[in-house]
């Protein structure tokens, strides 16, 4: 009987002496509930009766959701919804007497960690205007991380991330941000329509501008041709009525006889063409003398050597 009380007892003092530990947790170890020693992942043994497993704690990632309120400088109300991502800070016997002893229980962890961000962010919020708390996402994260960096180190854990998955107004707010925003494209589109008209009226302008420019050069051109042209049938006129009356002369005829055939093929060409407008005309012999005569000093005027 005294032998198996005694196998017993060894059996049982083999069972308490040695404790598995799994992969992704340590367990803090305490000798009559003072702080002795970290057993890490695996088999670890004890002294029975002595040492005792005070608490096992997970070095994983662990995750956190919060949903809480702020108010900005100009006392617009604000709901976040965030995730936060930590974990213990690392293995080191410091570190997980932090861990294992600063609070009383996870409880306590928990609450103490959630009032901790939300405060952080609430005093970031409290700086600016609703308006700019929509584009500093990135600077909240950033503000939350350098304030609570230092606070989770002394409790022996580690901030990784922090996600702020929606940032949202009350209601009557975000009627009011969407008209702003409204209004703002409306008044962005009347710009906008505003100079494109502008640049259509200033490139028709410049067209018909230029298109003025080159009627202006091309009637221009064409004055020019005409005048030419007047200039020419003139001189090919003079050339044939001096070789007209240079034959007439070498014939022992009298010249006048070509202004006569010219001052009857003038009054011809009026009655054809005239399309009924009425050209008054001297017909009597003394106006008919007189042209004669005026046409003859022209002659003369435009023999070579004489009288300019």
């Given at each position: 009987?005294?032998?198996?009380?005694?196998?017993?007892?060894?059996?049982?003092?083999?069972?308490?002496?040695?404790?598995i530990v799994p992969t992704g947790s340590v367990a803090v170890v305490t000798v009559f509930g003072k702080?002795?020693?970290?057993?890490?992942?695996?088999?670890?043994?004890?002294?029975?009766?002595?040492?005792?497993?005070?608490?096992?704690?997970?070095?994983?990632?662990?995750?956190?959701?919060?949903?809480?309120?702020?108010?900005?400088?100009?006392?617009?109300?604000?709901?976040?919804?965030?995730?936060?991502?930590?974990?213990?800070?690392?293995?080191?016997?410091?570190?997980?007497?932090?861990?294992?002893?600063?609070?009383?229980?996870?409880?306590?962890?928990?609450?103490?960690?959630?009032?901790?961000?939300?405060?952080?962010?609430?005093?970031?919020?409290?700086?600016?205007?609703?308006?700019?708390?929509?584009?500093?996402?990135?600077?909240?994260?950033?503000?939350?991380?350098?304030?609570?960096?230092?606070?989770?180190?002394?409790?022996?854990?580690?901030?990784?991330?922090?996600?702020?998955?929606?940032?949202?107004?009350?209601?009557?707010?975000?009627?009011?941000?969407?008209?702003?925003?409204?209004?703002?494209?409306?008044?962005?589109?009347?710009?906008?329509?505003?100079?494109?008209?502008?640049?259509?009226?200033?490139?028709?302008?410049?067209?018909?501008?230029?298109?003025?420019?080159?009627?202006?050069?091309?009637?221009?051109?064409?004055?020019?041709?005409?005048?030419?042209?007047?200039?020419?049938?003139?001189?090919?006129?003079?050339?044939?009525?001096?070789?007209?009356?240079?034959?007439?002369?070498?014939?022992?005829?009298?010249?006048?006889?070509?202004?006569?055939?010219?001052?009857?093929?003038?009054?011809?060409?009026?009655?054809?063409?005239?399309?009924?407008?009425?050209?008054?005309?001297?017909?009597?012999?003394?106006?008919?003398?007189?042209?004669?005569?005026?046409?003859?000093?022209?002659?003369?005027?435009?023999?070579?050597?004489?009288?300019?």
């Amino acid at each position: 009987m005294g032998s198996l009380i005694f196998l017993g007892l060894v059996l049982l003092t083999l069972f308490l002496s040695y404790v598995i530990v799994p992969t992704g947790s340590v367990a803090v170890v305490t000798v009559f509930g003072k702080y002795r020693r970290v057993m890490l992942p695996g088999l670890n043994f004890k002294i029975p009766f002595v040492e005792a497993v005070y608490k096992r704690i997970s070095i994983q990632n662990r995750s956190l959701e919060l949903e809480f309120q702020a108010i900005t400088s100009d006392q617009a109300n604000v709901n976040f919804k965030a995730m936060l991502v930590y974990a213990v800070l690392n293995q080191d016997d410091r570190t997980i007497q932090n861990v294992a002893f600063k609070f009383v229980d996870e409880r306590s962890l928990m609450q103490a960690l959630v009032r901790t961000v939300e405060g952080s962010i609430r005093a970031f919020v409290a700086t600016q205007r609703q308006a700019a708390v929509l584009s500093l996402r990135g600077e909240i994260v950033l503000h939350v991380k350098d304030q609570l960096d230092e606070t989770l180190e002394s409790w022996g854990y580690h901030l990784i991330d922090l996600q702020l998955n929606d940032i949202a107004f009350d209601e009557e707010i975000m009627r009011s941000m969407a008209k702003v925003v409204a209004s703002n494209n409306l008044k962005a589109a009347a710009e906008n329509e505003g100079q494109a008209l502008l640049i259509t009226k200033t490139k028709s302008a410049e067209a018909e501008g230029n298109a003025i420019k080159i009627s202006a050069e091309a009637e221009k051109i064409a004055a020019q041709l005409r005048g030419q042209g007047v200039a020419l049938f003139r001189e090919e006129v003079t050339k044939g009525m001096a070789h007209a009356v240079q034959e007439l002369a070498e014939n022992n005829l009298d010249p006048s006889l070509v202004y006569f055939s010219m001052w009857t093929e003038a009054i011809k060409h009026f009655a054809e063409q005239g399309k009924g407008n009425v050209i008054f005309l001297d017909g009597s012999n003394e106006g008919l003398e007189k042209n004669m005569q005026q046409m003859l000093a022209m002659q003369h005027l435009d023999r070579p050597g004489g009288p300019r």
